[in-house]
DNA sequence: GTGGTCTAGACCACC
DNA sequence: GTGGTCTAGACCACG
């Protein structure tokens, strides 16, 4: 698993890791029953603190996607791969839904906002194209 | 011009009042050289603390879309209207890209993130058109 | 509100803070829309770590119990009473049968228990009267 | 004799297997005098770490429920049924008494509790009737 | 003033 | 070794 952080990006730090540990977990790179780097490994990796990474740890097991095994670590869930993949779903749904109604009332005609949607899709797809 | 401010909802009130300025000016409701509610009548109308219209005015002048008329009030600038258009659309533009990247890049397929657009589409045209 | 927490009891302090707080909830002590003590305050009072009152709070909002006001400080949501009063009768049902299921399984006797239960019963109720 | 435990469920290892044991002196499953397994074959059959059951025997001679036979192995003590009986009912009376006085100053009314406390019982007697 | 995040470093229980 | 909790103190954005 490769993890990245960007401070100052605005989005928390712990919420970085939060969201990349989920996404890991949707696509299937993390797999129920995985054992994560302990919480100062994946500290010191990330260049820090523990208690950053500790608080990601703690709220993805309240959100039963980690579950702690005491004395050997924190595992992925059982069921933890169901839930990130549709949680993916709705959120990329409500932030697409957004978007486009943010247009649409801004007075954006449909087909021209259908245009620049078809020009992000290629683009997209060609950097996924590129990255394989 | 008519200010909606919803708190709590993640966005800073000093930037959805901005927004909703850039959003007025970018579509006509106000226009260069038209003078703007002072300070203290829009923070009793938003029921807001002053400081924040305050912080939304003077970055608006940063940003050259407003500016102070001494003794007068705060006006919008002359070039104002042009700048909003195309800032809004380089944000809008940027999202989608942004959203359409993160679901190409989770691994959906365009024909489904395609039929979801589609769906937005309709949804925002259909509500867009109640309110007209 | 009259807050204690007691330190070395096992319970972890933030969870003293949260279930007191849900209890004064449920109660009425605190009824919703009521601002609480701001975090640096009522660490203060308890002489505890700004922290240990942050973290309450935090888990506090993500159970829909509290809710920030940005600037302005914490509150108790809109519908936390019912959820703090139904909760708090679920999680008492739980211990009462996790008590007697031990009992009954441990080769008590039901008539043996229930002298127990009444003897407890007469003991709280007279407490609970000396103190009103 | 048969033990159980499960990891996680909050309650440390160590701690049930002392539950578990005692409990089993309690009900004169193991008689004083009799030789407990080696820590190495209990850690095997439960899987768990060797440690920890050495940490339960530890702590459990310490309360004099088992003592150590020098090259011989770990035996129930002499007095231990005696203690562990009265010791269950101590703590089961502190525990019924624990949530009685909580539901009550609570608020919850005698007769409410007793309803539950009536259900209880019969659900765990007809548990315990499955069973036998 | 408020809450939110982060760092640094400590102590604990458990395995 | 592991995670969990806590303290101390800093910085930030917001009102």
């Known amino acids: 698993m490769q993890?990245?952080?960007?401070?100052?990006?605005?989005?928390?730090?712990?919420?970085?890791?939060?969201?990349?540990?989920?996404?890991?977990?949707?696509?299937?790179?993390?797999v129920?029953?995985?054992?994560?780097?302990?919480?100062?490994?994946?500290?010191?990796k990330l260049a820090v603190n523990p208690n950053t990474i500790q608080r990601a740890y703690q709220e993805l097991q309240t959100e039963e996607v980690l579950e702690s095994l005491r004395g050997r670590g924190i595992?992925?869930?059982?069921?933890?791969?169901?839930?990130?993949?549709?949680?993916?779903?709705?959120?990329?749904?409500?932030?697409?839904?957004a978007v486009v109604e943010d247009a649409i009332r801004g007075g954006l005609e449909p087909e021209r906002l259908r245009e620049m949607f078809d020009k992000a899709i290629k683009q997209a797809t060609r950097n996924e194209g590129a990255q394989a």
Do not use: H, W, Y
């Not at 990006?9 to 919420?15: H, R, S, V």
């Not at 129920?32 to 010191?44: C, D, E, F, M, T």
């Open 32 to 44: 129920p029953g995985q054992l994560l780097p302990s919480v100062r490994i994946l500290a010191k």
């Open 75 to 97: 595992a992925v869930c059982a069921g933890a791969k169901r839930r990130c993949v549709s949680d993916r779903q709705t959120l990329l749904g409500q932030r697409l839904t």
């Open 3 to 30: 993890l990245t952080i960007e401070p100052n990006n605005g989005m928390p730090i712990f919420e970085q890791v939060m969201r990349q540990i989920k996404f890991a977990v949707a696509e299937g790179t993390l």
